[in-house]
């Protein structure tokens, strides 16, 4: 057994000084051999779509920018890379998110992981398609974003991970694995294919997104900021603080059991031991699959048929035609007057399209039952 080690820092805006002063100090801690070896150096962020930094959906500028700084007075050679999700434009993303905006103003290089090729590799047989820039560099350093998610109700570290798949691979894996056990075990897998070449992570929570994240949440002034060597650990801590037990998020325990780690091992600093992020919003993400643990076996059928919950193109819809390009089934189609249309019998509640709106026009539509279980 390890006992592992988070950085947490408390940063209630994004003030570069104090987040370059940050990201020193925990790679200080680190001690990380395999940066300091290292000539070529990826940074990881989450860059899920084209939305501006204060929508918290993506990794801030100001963050990459202080890692940025401090890869480069290393002599590092640094690329920015993620593989957007669906069928967005990537330069608007770069655009959008302020990504573009550092390779103007540093001498790095911003990469679209969807273009460069892959290789696809195995792990408990679980084949995984991954960019092949990942092995274009020495080194990994993750940068995710601190959100709710609704289908893995969390996103952190590992969750970040996934950017690593190109293009629409991403759309067709949540075909492939649709529900919450066998969309973890995949992520489990990526995981375990990738965490030898990470060097650091970090979770920008400076301000993060509570409610029904990844995109569609609300934004939060968490002002937190953390980091470690040990994604499992990292994404424990995280998930805690939030509110989340150990169960609740579905590939947590098996991500620490992989790395050998006892959550009470896990050392944290002292003023965060126990804390926990008031006021924080996270019904709307817990796990429904849990909602039937307590119903007697007898009327377990009748409950099922009556629990249902769905998609749907809600009035403030553009029209943009994202959810219908992005859908890994074909279960999104127009409908006159042009207008996007879930077709319920074929879709796989993946949450692609809720993910991927960006106008946040995607309701979860839920039965009288289901709101019970899942305020």
Known sequence: MINPAVQIRR????????????????????????????????????????YPPERAVTTHPIVLEAIIRYLLDKKKEVWIGDSPGGTVNVDKVWQTCGFADLAERYPIKVVNLSTEGFRELKYNGIPVKISEVFWQCSTIINVAKYKTHSLTAFTGALKNLYGLVPGM???EY??????????????????????????????????????????????????????????PALDFTAARMMGFNLKDVPYMSAALQQDGILPSRIIVPTSFKHYRIPKVEISVVKRSKDSLRYVPAIAKHAFSALFSFHPEVSIR?????????????????????NKPFVLKNKCIKCMCCHELCPYQAIDIHKSFVARMVMP
């Open 11 to 50: 940063i209630e805006s994004y003030d570069l000084p104090a987040v370059e002063e940050a990201v020193r100090s925990f790679f200080k801690y680190a001690k990380s051999g395999k940066l300091n070896r290292c000539k070529r150096v990826l940074i990881k962020p989450n860059a899920l779509g084209a």
């Open 169 to 171: 691979v991403k759309t």
């Open 174 to 231: 949540h075909r492939q694995y649709p529900d919450t056990k066998s969309f973890s075990e995949l992520l489990l897998a990526l995981y375990a294919l990738t965490k030898s070449r990470i060097s650091y992570s970090f979770i920008d929570g400076i301000i993060g997104m509570d409610g029904a994240g990844p995109a569609a949440g609300t934004p939060r002034p968490f002002g937190l900021f953390l980091g470690s060597t040990s994604i």
């Open 317 to 337: 819809c553009k029209n943009c035609g994202v959810c219908v390009k992005s859908c890994p089934v074909g279960a999104i189609s127009w409908e006159t007057p």
